[in-house]
DNA sequence: CAAATTTTTGCAACCGGTTGCAATTTGATT
DNA sequence: AATCAAATTGCAACCGGTTGCAAAAATTTG
């Protein structure tokens, strides 16, 4: 059923590296060879195994895309982006699914036995470790979403969840809000401990607004309901900071059904600005989050990696914007 | 840095056969052996090329995972998944996203330069010729949500789509609606023509009942919603059967930006029973498709089909059912 | 037209494993 | 202790390609 190279050869009446040098480019190849190869192939069918060459050129085109956030609906615009921009350079995703599983040496191990040319780590939040111990492997890494460090240890792509905190704060500083909360994702995730530390710091700048915290169990829908029901039942802030638009979609329709309004009621401002947080029925307030360009870069970076292994870390980190929608009320 | 079999034999004092039998479940091997080999493969973190070995048997474990519904939550769901179920029997999904991409020579091509012991395909909207370029490739293949066919070329796993059809249609005939519509996701895709047929057949049998229909141009939120506003300019419908729930979504955000009331004014079934449509403030009657059951059937076929190649193909298809949430108006 | 140079081609070894077969070791049996 | 069967081990060829090197062919130069 599978035609191999020999094959080829032989029918062709020429030897088996002028044809491996046919399907490889800047090869030394006479127009006239590469001909009677060609015709050969297509008669046969041919296309070269790219495992097999892989064996002997050490590289297999192939790229572990690593994630945990299957859950979180702007993940699946990531994927379609990583796939799509890695298809475009001839690159592979093999994706890994993180769901419950915190060590990352099975998925190490696992990538390194298909010979990955390179690793890109697509979660907000697994720790850095995580995304080193590829590196330490000697696999080259990308961490997109990843914790940004002023020394990183590998390549972090994303955006400064602290300054995007600061950014929440300012903003419901500005609207004049004087009781206002954090409702974040889990606790263990970076993003959310950087958004959250970036918020109290802006708002300790403000003694006379009183501020609290608490944290949904996941980044999802169903968690910021269930947490915003259980503030509902005493006395709930003015405003709402949400580590994420999920969250804070869940909050919304918490704060509907309870009878009360936003924006007039409670105010609310998400983070990643997902395509439903524009649909006109839920109209959020959000930080935006450029994840089409953390992917691009992310690839390119990796794509320069590939290229140089030993390339210095570095981190590259995009600047977030309010967009601003209906779940904030104006400033006074 | 990378370790191969040779050195570990060395190290081993061994033949390289003794290692690779010491990797190989099932070989022969004394147990004084395979403790000389652990230990040198452990002081020396060795462990095997799975690509250098497929060479051999000719097993990758590596499985097409190729879709090009990359915007429709609830394939984030659909991957979550496919990516476990795969992965928990040592699998390793390649994915391949097929946006904007509809003939399949190039995947085929690709997808057997990786030599991948099988491909799934998980889409709605791909025709069936599709899934069958990859078993003339030679290829097992498995087309999970695809269309259901009395005599299918390749396994089919997924849902009776005229059945769905029709039991939209006598759902809203049961609520004695007078004038219903179809509004389906775009023309070509496979599973809008067979929801619309089914729809019509049923309907058909009530011509006292008015029946329209109009398709948005993808399976998405900004679709459907499009596509309502433009029919709300004219006299709608009484009741709508949307081709899936995210369309059904855009189409109830519409209705309540125009200043109508569902279900009062205007009643909607949907397709899928994605997560969202339980959120409180959507409450989305609608069809369950059940795709855990879907895709874990998918995997299991694959598996089979793994270990037996010429297996004759089947089409496995799961009854949907009516979830009854707050759209459709109460039986009279 | 011969010599010098450049390009093209094939040979053979190699990439990191697997496996049939024969040789060797082990263990059971008498 | 000798005999025989069963289990274990190593040899060597192979999987489907790539590549350094030298021989052969084509091209340029004098």
Redesign the pocket.
């Known amino acids: 059923m599978?035609?191999?190279?020999?094959e080829v050869a032989e029918r062709a009446g020429?030897?088996?590296?002028?044809?491996?040098?046919t399907?490889?480019d800047g090869?030394?190849?006479?127009d006239?060879?590469r001909r009677k190869v060609e015709k050969a192939a297509q008669e046969l069918g041919?296309s070269?195994?790219a495992l097999?060459?892989s064996?002997?050129?050490g590289r297999t085109k192939l790229i572990g895309l690593v994630s945990n956030n299957f859950h979180n609906p702007i993940f699946l615009e990531v994927f379609d982006l990583f796939t799509r921009g890695l298809q475009d350079r001839g690159l592979r995703p093999l994706l890994v699914n993180l769901t419950d599983e915190v060590d990352p040496a099975n998925s190490v191990r696992m990538l390194r036995q298909y010979s990955v040319d390179g690793v890109v780590v697509a979660s907000s939040t697994l720790p850095p470790g995580f995304s080193k111990a590829f590196r330490d492997a000697g696999v080259p890494v990308v961490h997109s979403f990843g914790r940004s460090s002023s020394s990183p240890q590998v390549h972090v792509v994303g955006i400064d969840n602290a300054e995007c905190g600061r950014m929440a704060a300012r903003e419901l500083v500005a609207r004049g809000y004087s009781n206002v909360a954090f409702l974040g994702g889990p606790e263990a995730a970076t993003s959310t401990q950087d958004r959250h530390s970036g918020f109290m710091s802006e708002m300790a700048k403000h003694p006379q607004i009183e501020v609290n915290c608490s944290f949904a169990e996941a980044y999802s829908f169903d968690a910021g309901r269930r947490e915003m029901l259980r503030l509902l039942k005493s006395k709930p802030a003015e405003a709402y900071f949400c580590g994420d638009d999920v969250l804070s979609i869940g909050v919304l329709s918490a704060i509907l059904d309870s009878g009360l309004k936003v924006p007039e009621n409670i105010g609310i401002i998400g983070l990643n600005d997902m395509e439903m947080a524009r649909w006109e029925n839920i109209d959020l307030t959000t930080i935006h989050q450029p994840i089409r360009q953390i992917v691009s870069s992310s690839i390119e970076l990796m794509v320069a990696t590939l290229n140089e292994p030993d390339r210095y870390p570095e981190a590259r980190i995009f600047p977030c914007s309010v967009i601003e929608r209906g779940t904030l009320r104006p400033a006074p």
């Open positions: 599978v035609v191999t190279l020999k020429v030897s088996r590296s002028a044809v491996s040098r399907f490889t090869a030394s190849v006479s006239k060879m041919y070269p195994n097999a060459s064996l002997t050129t």
